[in-house]
């Protein structure tokens, strides 16, 4: 059996005590957050990402030893098993090395070796293959052999059919496809060409070669995406003699058979093996493209969903649009909806007035201070719309305005969740509300969608929906728990993201809370039905209650430590139920003083439980993520029609990928800034340097107008370097 435990620590640089205890909380049904938070002294304070990264890891080596099991025995019931073969699985790495191995005894469709067989030529293709150096030809081999009943009429027939079968166990041999497959990856080439005369958006590739092993994993995405819509032909290429060597060199002996031999190897290499190489190269490079393309998603979706949130203030959400007019809702601090309509911002003058009014009204009436607007179709023209009507109503000072991300939100409006969130209002409607609700907590309200809807990543719908899913989900729970939801306002999909709840129990909390009135401790918990003393575990920590009456009900100090907390007050002079306004602003000083490793050990807990503590008893209902940034207007820059070559603009980032970023400068398409042009050094990827939602200042470097293309730059011009 794998040592999971070596294998693990050598991958991830670990110690072999920390993969144990990780194995060990794994096991016992521990959620990835939880142990992250709370079991810290148990691993080593390893953060969450390396403990996902491990838990991966760990469940495809199980995978990979049930597989070598199953193999193993389908072997020996065949009657095949050798000390061999069994050494062999024992130390095949890859699922690939393992079906390697059980080619040979894999039962098969209908093949010319195996109709071969049928006709009895198997002893035949064995002479052949030993390579007698005294034997005679095998064209006189072969004349033993004719059988008209069993279809074999001629010595020429059975020779073909013996070398039919010598060319399927030179395919079936394992080490030639493992030593082929490595020659294939390092050397091979993928090439592609335009499979039919037809502009495309692969018009880049129609001449395109780049070595496999070079090959940039989104070029990779890109050619299987234009390769399945039929517009490319795509093929790995390697030179065939090279190719042919590893089989010739191996197999091919000397003497009268040699020849055949040849034939037979040359013949399983161009019909056999290499089509199949190709393709598990193929797919292979495809998988890990794949595999980094979710990387970059996660981390884009991770830092979407960490923006900061803008907390107790009344808000407008804007959705533009121009046929069908601009959707209004106003909701309160809280994200209770108060009022909606429509408006038409980009239509007559008289319109124009009225929708003014209008948001006037709503200005007024409910006390609004923030302006959310949505970035998409007529964003531009709703934005420039907002700042003239704060400005002739001297509202600048008192009306905070900005442009927000769209993307999902129409997928958002029209799902079962917003229908049942907001059933009295129409799509349209719902949009503008959630619109409103991304700035007051983005994180609250894109929970509500699928993350491969939010758009931050790149070829998205081309993933494996599975692992998709299970990492994005993995990011989404991370943030979720990182920040702690209010357990009396939390929505059932923010809840069901916290460790150890499920949907269910999600929606039971919600129904207990609404049947019995707002939690007043973290210990009612225990009282919802099929919320069991495990899942308490691991949820509670990261609940919080502000109007509890327990102080550490509002942090992230779990029950299990309550006891601990307040020893730590006491001993550094404080009293848990006296806090002073703004939290225990001076116990890490305290707390120094002391010494901090002596006062783990007297309160007996763990150093970095006992730091994680302080933190949050200085800040209770702390929120880690920063403060919002600034509102963004460009208003003399409407359309794209309007960019020029060498224009400075401040733009947010909206989307990482791998070969640059896109950047919303407020003309409803976004730049392109490309990694080239992202630093004066050199950018190992982009998101070495940029985050979603960093606020950059841009130079125009081109502007396509008919294909909508913005070319960005970060580079500062040269003539501006000199001023």
Not at 49 to 67: F, G, K, P, S, W
Not at 458 to 468: A, F, G, N, S, T
Request: glycine share 6%; charged share 25%.
């Amino acid at each position: 059996m794998t040592d999971h435990t070596s294998l693990l620590a050598a991958q991830f640089n670990l110690k072999p005590w920390q993969v144990e205890k990780l194995i060990k909380l794994i096991d016992e049904g521990n959620t990835i957050p939880f142990i992250a938070r709370y079991r810290k002294e148990e691993h080593g304070s390893l953060d969450d990402q390396t403990i996902r990264a491990v838990y991966d890891r760990l469940e495809y080596l199980r995978n990979l030893d049930a597989r070598r099991e199953e193999v193993r025995t389908l072997i020996e019931t065949g009657g095949n098993l050798t000390e061999e073969i069994a050494s062999a699985l024992e130390k095949a790495a890859t699922l690939a090395e393992i079906d390697d191995i059980y080619r040979p005894f894999r039962p098969k469709r209908k093949t010319r070796a195996g109709i071969a067989r049928e006709r009895g030529l198997e002893p035949l293709a064995l002479a052949i293959l030993e390579q007698k150096k005294n034997g005679i030809y095998p064209i006189n081999m072969a004349e033993n052999y004719v059988n008209s009943e069993k279809g074999v009429e001629s010595p020429e027939d059975a020779l073909q059919g013996a070398k039919d079968i010598i060319a399927e166990i030179i395919s079936d041999d394992a080490s030639i496809r493992r030593r082929l497959r490595v020659v294939a990856m390092a050397q091979g080439v993928i090439t592609s060409s335009a499979a039919k005369e037809e502009d495309s958006v692969y018009r880049m590739y129609y001449e395109f070669s780049q070595p496999a092993a070079k090959i940039a994993g989104h070029r990779v995405l890109a050619l299987d995406r234009g390769e399945r819509e039929g517009f490319l032909k795509v093929s790995l290429t390697l030179d065939a003699q090279r190719g042919q060597n590893i089989l010739t060199s191996t197999y091919v002996k000397s003497g009268p058979c040699a020849n055949a031999v040849e034939e037979a190897a040359l013949d399983a290499y161009s019909r056999l093996i290499f089509p199949s190489i190709e393709r598990e190269i193929r797919s292979t490079l495809t998988e890990n493209a794949a595999e980094s393309a979710i990387k970059v998603f996660s981390t884009n979706l991770r830092q979407l969903l960490m923006q900061p949130p803008v907390k107790g203030r009344t808000t407008i959400g804007l959705d533009p649009g121009y046929r069908t007019g601009c959707k209004v809702a106003v909701v309160d601090e809280t994200g209770k909806v108060l009022d909606t309509g429509v408006i038409y911002p980009t239509h007559s003058e008289t319109k124009v007035r009225e929708a003014k009014q209008t948001v006037l009204r709503f200005i007024k009436k409910y006390g609004v201070t923030l302006i959310a607007i949505g970035n998409g179709t007529a964003s531009k023209e709703t934005e420039i719309f907002t700042d003239e009507l704060l400005r002739e109503n001297r509202l600048t000072d008192t009306v905070d305005y900005m442009v927000v991300s769209e993307a999902g939100a129409s997928v958002y409006s029209a799902s079962k969740l917003a229908a049942a969130e907001y059933p009295d209002y129409d799509l349209t409607l719902r949009s503008a509300v959630s619109i409103a609700h991304r700035l007051q907590d983005p994180l609250a309200e894109l929970v509500k969608i699928d993350p491969k809807a939010i758009g931050v990543g790149q070829y998205q719908h081309d993933m494996p929906p599975k692992r998709l899913g299970e990492a994005l989900g993995g990011v989404v729970e991370a943030c979720v728990n990182e920040v702690g939801v209010d357990l009396n306002t939390a929505s059932p999909s923010l809840l069901e993201n916290i460790a150890g709840i499920s949907s269910a129990v999600a929606k039971n909390i919600v129904t207990y809370r609404q049947e019995n009135g707002a939690f007043t401790s973290r210990a009612q918990l225990k009282k919802v039905p099929k919320l069991g003393p495990k899942a308490f575990e691991q949820c509670a920590g990261f609940l919080r209650i502000a109007e509890s009456k327990n102080i550490l009900d509002n942090t992230g100090v779990h029950p299990e430590s309550y006891a601990a907390a307040s020893e730590l007050l006491t001993s550094c002079g404080y009293d848990l139920k006296k806090m002073p306004a703004g939290g225990f602003t001076e116990l890490k000083a305290r707390a120094e003083k002391l010494g901090i490793e002596s006062l783990a050990e007297r309160i007996g807990i763990g150093t970095p439980t006992l730091l994680d503590m302080i933190n949050e008893l200085e800040k209770p209902g702390r929120d880690p993520r920063d403060e919002l940034p600034s509102p963004l207007l460009r208003s003399d820059i409407k359309d794209i029609k309007d960019l020029k070559p060498g224009m400075e603009m401040k733009g947010t980032v909206r989307n990482v990928i791998d070969f640059g970023a896109f950047v919303d400068i407020g003309v409803h398409q976004d730049g392109l800034v490309h990694i080239t042009q992202i630093s004066n050094k050199f950018v190992r990827h982009p998101s070495d340097v940029l985050k979603v939602g960093d606020i950059v200042t841009v130079w125009v470097l081109a502007v396509d107008v008919a294909r909508s293309r913005i070319s960005l730059t970060m580079k500062q011009p040269k003539t501006e370097q000199k001023q």
